[in-house]
């Protein structure tokens, strides 16, 4: 059974994400109204931070996009390993944007519109 409870658009953006002391590069795959999924390569050193319930902050694809930062509270994490050798590791995190500013929402309407859109446009009437 479905456990969430709002509308996911998959996306590719960039992603800029400070936990503790540690600054990381990431990329968001999907977003929803109160969420994200976040990937992170080559975070091992902030890995002990990077558990649920902790607090990152994040700012999506700051070069294209005007959004401010947001506090997020990690819901879950995965660590897929990348290399036993190399002992390097991604992380996928289930984000919750804790009090989505205004910016977020507006953006997020305009993602769903835009998929909306999408849809009618392969849909043969």
Known sequence: MEKRGSKRYFVFYEAEVSVGTHS???I?????ERG???????ADPAM?????EGIITLRLDPVKLDLPMMKCRI?????????LKDKRSAYHIGL???????EWKEFFRM?????????MKSVQW
């Open 28 to 32: 968001v795959g999907n977003i929803s």
């Open 75 to 83: 819901v879950w994490t995965y660590e897929l390993v990348l290399s």
């Open 111 to 119: 993602t769903a519109m835009r998929h909306f859109e999408e849809q």
């Open 96 to 102: 919750e944007i804790i009090e989505p500013p205004e």
């Open 48 to 52: 002990p931070l990077l558990r649920p």
């Open 36 to 42: 994200m999924f976040l990937r992170l390569r080559d």
């Open 24 to 26: 990381l590069r990431g």
